[in-house]
């Protein structure tokens, strides 16, 4: 599993980086990414009541954004251990 990106304490770019391997999973990591931030008190605005932070959502996100810039030699569909969908 692909650790997530640093982005130097800043919110990663809307539109995908150069080089990036999957432009689609950028773009719906990084808008889950923008629903999913925390609030004053630290907790997720869009998942109160919460019980963690990140939120499963913002977890999802920040995996996403690292695997859209994962490139692999076998193609995009190792990702999903071989299943067609
Ligand atoms: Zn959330």
Redesign the pocket.
Known sequence: MPEPLDFGGQAPPIDPPTGCARPLVWRLARRLYAD?QPGPDGW?L??RPAILYP?V??QLADLGLAVAMKRTAAGPHVANKGHHW
């Open positions: 999913h997720c869009n998942c939120c959502a913002r």
